[in-house]
């Protein structure tokens, strides 16, 4: 098993910057891809940017203002988000996986966290 623990959400103004963190636990190295997904409200959960030992992978919309970065030896992973816009509101989930592609399609999450709320006002 492995624990996700969120943290670093909260309010910011558009145009501000929020880092997030996941801290993971328990059998990591059956996780080789960690990454974060958002839900807003109403809407399906999507997924941001995932990372494996040696790559990142962005959604579109995270491109060119999002980044996200792993320290291993923390057993962690972090999403740096620049530029928020009041559509970047949401719940942001860690989630942990085997490979990246069952990461990226959703399709095959094994582990998630239990999501931290990020609200950007306009």
């Known amino acids: 098993q492995v624990q996700l623990v969120e943290s670093g959400g909260g309010l910011v103004e558009t145009g501000g910057s929020l880092r997030l963190s996941c801290a993971a636990s328990?059998?990591?190295?059956?996780?080789?891809?960690m990454g974060w997904f958002r839900q807003a409200p109403g809407k399906e959960r999507e997924f941001v940017a995932g990372t494996t030992w040696s790559r990142t992978y962005y959604a579109d919309f995270a491109k060119g203002r999002f980044t996200i970065s792993r320290d291993n030896a923390k057993n962690a992973v972090y999403l740096e988000m620049n530029s928020l816009k009041p559509e970047d509101t949401a719940v942001y989930y860690c989630a942990a996986a085997v490979s990246i592609s069952s990461l990226a399609s959703g399709s095959a999450i094994d582990y998630w966290g239990q999501g931290t709320q990020v609200t950007v006002s306009s």
């Open positions: 328990g059998r990591t190295s059956s996780t080789s891809a």
